[in-house]
């Protein structure tokens, strides 16, 4: 491995007891992850994990609490680097109204993501295509306030 990857994620959870989940295409690989993504050089963790809700899916998000932080060496399915992962659930006070699917992977044309809503009840550890996901699902679950 070369250097260190560190990815911030977001899980929000509506009032009707669902995670958002975003399903994503990149480099020909698909895979169905928390939102969120890379820190840029010079951002701390919640900015940039502001700025991917932003990007993605125009959303800000206000507030939230810092849940699992990886602890073993994770390599990246992309590079060769190490990827540390940063997970908070997020709180927002917006009205949620952004597009969202039914189904995985039903992207719009030329679009290379698509979110969906997936009832906490319903959530599999499979549903992440991470190890990483899995494992720090694993480890926040019981922590998620709802």
């Not at 502001?50 to 998000?61: A, V």
């Not at 073993?72 to 949620?96: N, R």
Request: hydrophobic letters at 40%.
């Amino acid at each position: 491995m070369e250097h260190f990857n560190i990815r911030v994620y977001g899980i929000l959870i509506n009032d009707k007891n669902q995670v958002l989940i975003s399903d994503e295409l990149y480099h020909g690989q698909r895979f169905s992850k928390f939102p969120g993504g890379g820190l840029e050089l010079g951002e701390g963790l919640w900015d940039g994990l502001k700025r991917e809700f932003m990007e993605e899916f125009d959303l800000s998000i206000d507030s939230g609490n810092l849940l699992y932080v990886t602890e073993e060496v994770i390599p990246s399915a992309f590079d060769l680097s190490q990827v540390i992962g940063v997970y908070y659930q997020v709180f927002t006070s917006e009205e949620l109204i952004f597009s969202v699917k039914e189904q995985a992977f039903d992207f719009d044309e030329d679009a290379t993501q698509a979110l969906r809503w997936i009832d906490l009840e319903d959530f599999y550890l499979d549903t992440l295509t991470f190890e990483m996901d899995r494992q720090a699902w694993k480890n926040i679950r019981n922590k998620i306030l709802i």
